[in-house]
């Protein structure tokens, strides 16, 4: 069960020997790797595939991986953990229909288990320790390290002797049809495009707090940071924080040098949206 290197998909070629090797196995395990974390409009920047005898990591960005979907649709047992997540980007991105699918942290949620992260499961059956260090890499740069491909791997590796033990336990405590039920719930689940609350400002920590005047101002914060996000293509997290707009709406700096005083309003910050924030302080008023 020790992983070996996984093996890089990144041309036709290569892809068309995974379709062949996919082909031949009634089970296989899938994950996805998105950048939502750095990137306002989220993508697929990696596909993780496991079979009982090799990892393969595709790159979407370099190789049309369209003719993947019909062949993991096409009867085959797809074992993924945390399945919705990863169906709705799918169907999303390439409009694939997964089809039969197995969610192991549902399995393992039907089994009782106290912890359901795929980590904590791998460290309950198997006593490996599994890395947390690329939780939050930035998936669309390139090239990818070798540190990074490795870790990639491992989000999949297991997932098949999980399965196997899963299912068992399932079958065996008369718990395998419903679980299939709700599997075919995940697999049926539709993919959902980013929508934008313009009231979200009033979820914000400390904004009912403010003043009228302060609450007009959040609101136009909320509203100007989301068109810098969306401009810049970054999450809108990582264009300002949330706190520091709070602070902003309250203390409403006339300036770019006032506005750099308050806390969370760092150099970069000041350079992408610190125009866009003032303004946006004029016009409410």
């Known amino acids: 069960m020790s992983p070996s290197d996984p093996?890089?998909?990144?041309?036709?070629?290569?892809?068309?020997?995974?379709?062949?090797?996919?082909?031949?196995?009634?089970v296989v395990a899938l994950d996805t790797e998105s950048n939502s974390f750095h990137a306002y409009y989220e993508r697929v920047c990696l596909l993780q595939v496991s079979l009982p005898d090799a990892?393969?990591?595709v790159d979407p960005l370099s190789v049309d991986v369209?003719?993947?979907?019909?062949?993991?649709?096409?009867?085959?047992?797809?074992v993924l953990h945390g399945a919705d997540y990863d169906v709705r980007c799918l169907k999303r991105?390439?409009?694939?229909?997964?089809?039969?699918?197995?969610?192991?942290?549902?399995?393992?949620?039907?089994?009782?288990?106290?912890?359901?992260?795929?980590a904590a499961l791998v460290r309950s059956h198997f006593g490996v320790h599994l890395s947390k260090e690329h939780q939050r890499a930035d998936w669309q740069r390139r090239p990818l390290t070798r540190e990074q491909v490795r870790y990639?791997?491992?989000?999949?590796?297991?997932?098949?002797?999980?399965?196997?033990?899963?299912?068992?336990?399932?079958?065996?405590?008369?718990?395998?049809?419903?679980?299939?039920?709700?599997?075919?719930?995940?697999?049926?689940?539709?993919?959902h495009a980013r929508v934008f609350d313009p009231e979200g400002w009033r979820r914000?920590?400390?904004?009912?707090d403010l003043d009228t005047v302060g609450q007009a101002?959040?609101?136009?914060?909320?509203?100007?940071?989301?068109?810098?996000?969306?401009?810049?293509?970054r999450p809108p997290f990582k264009v300002v924080g949330e706190d520091a707009l709070v602070h902003i709406a309250r203390r409403r700096p006339a300036t770019l040098d006032a506005l750099e005083q308050i806390p969370g309003v760092t150099p970069r910050v000041l350079h992408k949206?610190?125009?866009a924030l003032l303004r946006a302080l004029r016009e409410a008023g």
Not at 15 to 21: A, G, I, Q, T, Y
């Open 55 to 57: 990892d393969f990591i």
């Open 273 to 275: 949206v610190g125009e």
């Open 93 to 118: 991105e390439y409009g694939w229909s997964p089809g039969r699918i197995f969610d192991t942290m549902v399995a393992a949620r039907r089994l009782g288990a106290a912890q359901l992260g795929l």
């Open 7 to 26: 093996i890089l998909v990144s041309d036709g070629d290569a892809l068309s020997r995974l379709l062949e090797r996919v082909a031949a196995e009634p």
């Open 204 to 208: 914000l920590r400390g904004a009912r």
């Open 66 to 78: 369209a003719p993947l979907g019909p062949v993991l649709a096409s009867g085959r047992e797809v």
């Open 152 to 191: 990639a791997s491992l989000d999949t590796h297991f997932l098949l002797p999980l399965h196997k033990v899963l299912a068992e336990g399932l079958s065996e405590r008369g718990l395998l049809a419903d679980a299939r039920r709700e599997f075919d719930r995940i697999a049926a689940a539709k993919p």
């Open 217 to 233: 101002a959040l609101r136009a914060l909320w509203l100007a940071r989301e068109d810098r996000a969306r401009d810049l293509d």
